[in-house]
């Protein structure tokens, strides 16, 4: 007797990858499942998959046959060469108008690539980022598709069956748009993450080494903040973490070693907006921020040879609080409008049709940044969709402006007692950039056109109207 045929088949049985087929067969749907080795099969199929209606198959031909037509293929592997190999391997057992969904963090130039080189040869592809870790990919996932429009409504179904809901129980899924979309999407979001956890990061630093704070002092800070407008999974994990304690009762957080990793995709986003030449400077420092936590045995050096002010804080540390409360409140706008920003001017450079309000819909459940601020944004976007940059929200300029004065407090009071605070002051920086009618850049571009020739244009003739001038004739 033949077996039934899988709904999906996917292919890469990790953290991610096991938990996301768990997470498709507890919603009704038959799976196969394929991996490079046979021991992370039959693990899952013994294991947490025992009974459920899962295909173990370690041949690629068997596991190709196994999926209904048209077959749907979804990759959960390291992103890279790794993604091309399986692509290569399998598009010789696949028929015209099946599906190949790489759900990995794959750059989103190369979710471009696969998808114009697969319709080309009768194949569709889906670059779909999936936010929430692993108990996002087994309970319930943010997930970003886009790439080929045709596979939408084949894949729609399952998506969004097993995304994460919010209100109403709106799936956490929704159709982004043409080529590797999807892909830059998840790739802002991460950079987006970067940030977030930093300027969290930089709000525990203030209160230990500026207002010094015990863990279980900072963990009662951080869970009431998460029962307030900063409520968010990320607030809500560092008060858990400030709670775990050793068996001898030591913080482990005081025992983790200060060295941050990273995966890439928060030096992407940066990257990308310098290509873009869009401002990302909160995220971008993000990114260093973690690059110079990373040089340790250098920062203890110097820390024996380079001298700063003496750390005696003798202010109100409640003042203070509130300040940091603002301070991060503020700075999370800001991030959240750069990282906007940068998706608004990608869709313009490729020609996406992004929804905007849709993307933050899609955040607000399952995925590392999930929180009631993303609330806000959809209702920014519902009001406006046309607007420039989130700052310009009465909501958002309404908070900034009641957040500001505690915002450059706790900026100040952190510079001026030596404890760094480079995303919330960078953050600040952008601020009172683009809030700023004219800038030093007219200087800038005199010093340009003094020692390059590079012409600048004046405030009093026509935009795009050109000058050079022979600034030697003056010198005395």
């Not at 750059?107 to 080189?117: E, G």
């Not at 596979?151 to 998506?159: M, S, T």
Request: hydrophobic content about 40%; glycine content about 10%.
């Amino acid at each position: 007797m033949n077996r039934p045929l899988a709904d999906i088949g996917l292919i890469g049985l990790g953290v991610m990858g096991s938990s996301l087929a768990l997470n498709i067969a507890n919603h009704g749907y038959s799976i196969a499942v394929h991996n490079r080795s046979r021991k992370e099969i039959d693990d899952l199929i013994n294991g947490r998959a025992k009974g459920k209606n899962i295909i173990g198959c370690e041949d690629i031909v068997d596991f190709v046959n196994s999926i209904k037509k048209p077959r749907k293929v979804m990759l959960m592997v390291v992103a890279g060469s790794v993604v091309d190999d399986y692509i290569n391997k399998l598009i010789p057992y696949l028929d015209q108008g099946d599906i190949i969904i790489d759900g990995g963090n794959s750059h989103y130039p190369d979710t471009t690539r696969r998808t114009k080189s697969l319709e080309e040869q009768g194949f569709l592809f889906i670059g779909a980022g999936v936010s929430g870790g692993e108990e996002g990919a087994l309970k319930g996932p943010s997930i970003m598709p886009g790439g080929s429009s045709a596979a939408w409504p084949e894949v729609k179904g399952i998506f969004q069956t097993i995304s994460a809901k919010v209100e109403n129980d709106e799936p956490c899924c929704d159709w982004i748009g043409e080529d590797g979309s999807g892909h830059f999407v998840k790739m802002v979001h991460n950079g987006i993450e970067y940030g977030d956890m930093q300027l969290i990061c930089e709000a525990y630093q203030i209160m230990k080494d500026l207002l010094g704070m015990s863990t279980d002092e900072m963990h009662d800070i951080f869970k009431q903040w998460n029962e307030g407008e900063l409520s968010s999974y990320l607030i809500e994990i560092t008060a858990d973490i400030l709670a775990f304690k050793e068996k001898d009762g030591t913080p482990l957080v005081d025992r983790i070693l200060d060295t941050a990793g990273q995966k890439g995709t928060g030096k992407w986003t940066a990257t990308v907006a310098l290509e873009l030449g869009t401002p990302l400077t909160l995220i971008a420092e993000a990114v260093f921020s973690r690059y110079l936590s990373s040089i340790k045995q250098d920062r203890v050096e110097a820390s024996k040879l380079l001298s700063g002010p003496n750390i005696q804080f003798k202010g109100n540390k409640e003042q203070a609080l509130e300040d940091i409360h603002d301070a991060l409140y503020a700075a999370k706008i800001v991030s959240y409008a750069q990282g906007y920003t940068l998706l608004n001017e990608a869709a313009n450079q490729f020609n996406w049709n992004l929804n905007y309000g849709g993307i933050a819909l899609m955040w607000r459940g399952g995925c590392i940044i999930r929180s009631a601020f993303l609330n806000k944004i959809k209702d920014a976007y519902d009001n406006n969709p046309e607007i420039k940059n989130l700052l310009l929200d009465p909501f958002f300029k309404d908070k900034i402006n009641n957040c500001q004065a505690g915002w450059r407090r706790i900026a100040s009071i952190a510079m001026t007692h030596g404890v760094p605070a480079p995303a919330m002051t960078s953050s600040l920086s952008y601020y009172d950039g683009y809030r700023s009618a004219r800038l030093p850049a007219n200087l800038l571009q005199a010093q340009r056109d003094y020692f390059g020739a590079h012409s600048y244009e004046r405030v009093d003739r026509s935009v795009g109207e050109f000058f050079h001038t022979d600034w030697l004739s003056q010198k005395t």
